[in-house]
């Protein structure tokens, strides 16, 4: 009886210790916040483009069984103190309004916030962003943002990503965020510990700060679209950027390429949480790619569609780490640095739509992880570098480069055709074979007119001996 009722004691001790272990963490205030934001949108199925898309605040109750903001869809809390730390509402098919006073903004411990690829039909991004200062990932891209990108933005200092890229009219593809006041500069002045930058389709119009090259975490840069402009060597994009772009570039002889990150994968929210995933645009390998999780460590440069002018810095040479560089529809001049051939990990080099010259270095043959190169619609010239990737690729690659031959076009390089010295000691070598071949034909057909001749000779002079012993003996007889 003793031991029964001791055992009873221990249980009643236990339970109320476990059921206080199971409470809500989430706190009222937050809770509230939560689904007062959620009251002023309603759901669209038209409003997100993923074919993933589902309406995440339909979990979210305000009694009973599933009140708990922290269990619901989207939200992840700190698991010591029950601050909601991390909203995604990314593709949840919310359409509406962003009020500027939103009860959002109230939710100070965010350190993520998500809410790509939703409609909120032509709203400011609000002021009030900027209460958020512990934000660490945050992703505005494809949700119908529209107007300046307010100053508060820069206050975020703590910034790891940031992408306000592609709100855009989904009719005619206008430009509906900008970046006048503040400027690019000022905006990302104090973002000292960004790793990736989208801004692709956000009107800029102005040229590339130097202050970019004092990111020197930033493993990402998307300025597709910008109205960018400016030269690479002296202005923009610097030269010296691409040498500061330490995240780009191995640590040592040993690493290879993808710095600034773990190898653990990416969909982690730039190593802010275990079970976070995000979605990017880019074009990469000639596709836009858009909705897709990150799943490695991906290092690229997307400046396509800009106006920059000048040459393409040698130094771009340095970021071994890059598998993806887009510097298409510009209006760079010059040749092709044959400094590319260090990027050892490129997978994909868009160069095309510029008025680049000269030759396509060979050394490029050597980039062995190369599946797209495209440099159409240059003025380039001389033989296609023929080996390794480069046996692979199609004629549009090519095109619109008048002076460009050989394999896969259809034009051959002709004996006035410049080369490149690796091709023209394979030609010089074929020359000398040639020449060592006709020379060892002549001798043959020539040994073999000396042989018949010899021949011939021997034959014929055999006949003129015959007949003349006989001609001899007859004549012998008859004077006998």
Same mark, same amino acid.
């Given at each position: 009886?003793?031991?029964?009722?001791?055992?009873?004691?221990?249980?009643?001790?236990?339970?109320?210790?476990?059921?206080?272990?199971?409470?809500?963490?989430?706190h009222?205030?937050?809770r509230?916040?939560?689904?007062?934001?959620?009251?002023?949108?309603?759901?669209?199925?038209?409003?997100?483009?993923?074919?993933?898309?589902y309406?995440?605040?339909?979990?979210w109750?305000?009694i009973?069984?599933?009140?708990?903001?922290?269990?619901?869809?989207?939200?992840?809390?700190?698991? #010591?103190?029950?601050?909601?730390?991390?909203?995604?509402?990314?593709?949840?098919?919310?359409?509406?309004? /962003?009020n500027?006073?939103?009860?959002?903004?109230?939710?100070?411990?965010?350190?993520?916030?998500?809410?790509?690829?939703?409609?909120?039909?032509?709203?400011?991004?609000?002021?009030?962003?900027?209460?958020?200062?512990?934000?660490?990932?945050?992703?505005?891209?494809?949700?119908?943002?529209?107007?300046?990108?307010?100053?508060?933005?820069?206050?975020?200092?703590?910034?790891?990503?940031?992408?306000?890229?592609?709100?855009? #009219?989904?009719?005619?593809?206008?430009?509906?965020?900008?970046?006048?006041?503040?400027?690019?500069?000022?905006?990302?002045?104090?973002?000292?510990?960004?790793?990736?930058?989208?801004?692709?389709?956000?009107?800029?119009?102005?040229?590339?700060?130097?202050?970019?090259?004092?990111?020197?975490?930033?493993?990402?840069?998307?300025?597709?679209?910008?109205?960018?402009?400016?030269?690479?060597?002296?202005?923009?994009?610097?030269?010296?950027?691409?040498?500061n772009?330490?995240?780009?570039?191995p640590?040592?002889?040993?690493?290879?390429?993808?710095?600034?990150?773990?190898?653990?994968?990416?969909?982690?929210?730039?190593?802010?949480?275990?079970?976070?995933?995000?979605?990017?645009?880019?074009?990469?390998?000639?596709?836009?790619?858009?909705?897709?999780?990150?799943?490695?460590?991906?290092?690229?440069?997307?400046?396509?569609?800009?106006?920059?002018?000048?040459?393409?810095?040698?130094?771009?040479?340095?970021?071994?780490?890059?598998?993806?560089?887009?510097?298409?529809?510009?209006?760079?001049?010059?040749?092709?640095?044959?400094? /590319?051939?260090?990027?050892?990990?490129?997978?994909?080099?868009?160069?095309?739509?510029?008025?680049?010259?000269?030759?396509?270095?060979?050394?490029?043959?050597?980039?062995?992880?190369?599946?797209?190169?495209?440099?159409?619609?240059?003025?380039?010239?001389?033989?296609?570098?023929?080996?390794?990737?480069?046996n692979?690729?199609?004629?549009?690659?090519?095109?619109?480069?008048?002076?460009?031959?050989?394999?896969?076009l259809?034009?051959?390089?002709?004996?006035?055709?410049?080369?490149?010295?690796?091709?023209?000691?394979?030609?010089? #070598?074929?020359?000398?074979?040639? #020449?060592?071949?006709?020379i060892?034909?002549?001798?043959?057909?020539?040994?073999?007119?000396?042989?018949?001749?010899?021949?011939i000779?021997?034959?014929?002079?055999?006949?003129?001996?015959?007949?003349?012993h006989?001609?001899?003996?007859?004549?012998?007889?008859?004077?006998?």
């Open positions: 009886m003793k031991l029964l009722l001791g055992l009873f004691c221990i249980i009643a001790c236990i339970v109320p210790n476990s059921s206080s272990s199971m409470q809500p963490l989430c009222d205030k937050e509230s916040a939560l689904l007062q934001f959620k009251l002023s949108f309603s759901i669209n199925q038209f409003a997100s483009i993923d074919p993933f898309a309406p995440k605040t339909e979990s109750k305000p009973g069984e599933g009140s708990d903001c922290c269990l619901w869809d989207g939200i992840q809390c700190d698991m #010591e103190n029950g601050h909601v730390t991390t909203l995604d509402l990314s593709s949840s098919c919310l359409h509406g309004f /962003l500027p006073n939103s009860t959002l903004f109230n939710l100070v411990h965010l350190h993520t916030l998500n809410l790509a690829d939703n409609d909120f039909s032509y709203s400011l991004i609000p002021s009030r962003i900027g209460c958020l200062s512990t934000l660490k990932y945050l992703n505005l891209s494809r949700s119908k943002f529209f107007g300046q990108v307010p100053l508060e933005v820069s206050n975020l200092s703590k910034l790891i990503y940031l992408d306000l890229s592609a709100n855009v #009219e989904p009719s005619s593809g206008a430009h509906l965020l900008e970046l006048r006041r503040p400027s690019l500069r000022r905006l990302v002045q104090n973002f000292t510990s960004l790793k990736e930058l989208w801004l692709s389709k956000v009107t800029i119009s102005s040229r590339v700060p130097k202050l970019l090259a004092n990111l020197s975490s930033l493993k990402i840069l998307a300025l597709t679209d910008c109205g960018l402009h400016g030269s690479f060597p002296k202005g923009n994009l610097p030269s010296g950027l691409f040498l772009l330490y995240a780009m570039e640590k040592d002889q040993k690493q290879q390429g993808y710095l600034g990150l773990k190898t653990s994968n990416i969909s982690s929210g730039v190593e802010l949480s275990s079970d976070f995933s995000y979605a990017i645009g880019i074009r990469y390998k000639g596709v836009n790619m858009r909705s897709i999780s990150i799943l490695n460590v991906f290092t690229s440069i997307d400046l396509s569609n800009n106006k920059f002018v000048g040459e393409i810095p040698a130094t771009i040479g340095n970021l071994v780490g890059l598998q993806a560089l887009n510097l298409s529809h510009n209006n760079l001049t010059g040749g092709i640095p044959s400094s /590319l051939e260090n990027l050892s990990n490129i997978e994909s080099l868009d160069l095309s739509h510029n008025m680049l010259l000269g030759q396509i270095p060979d050394q490029l043959t050597c980039l062995t992880f190369l599946e797209i190169f495209n440099v159409a619609f240059n003025n380039l010239s001389g033989a296609i570098p023929r080996g390794e990737q480069f692979t690729f199609q004629n549009d690659s090519y095109e619109g480069n008048m002076g460009l031959c050989g394999p896969p259809s034009k051959q390089c002709g004996n006035s055709r410049s080369h490149s010295p690796l091709q023209q000691q394979s030609r010089e #070598e074929e020359d000398d074979d040639e #020449e060592d071949s006709s060892l034909v002549e001798w043959v057909i020539r040994s073999m007119g000396y042989l018949s001749g010899l021949i000779g021997i034959v014929l002079g055999n006949i003129i001996s015959t007949k003349a006989e001609w001899f003996v007859e004549t012998f007889k008859r004077s006998h």
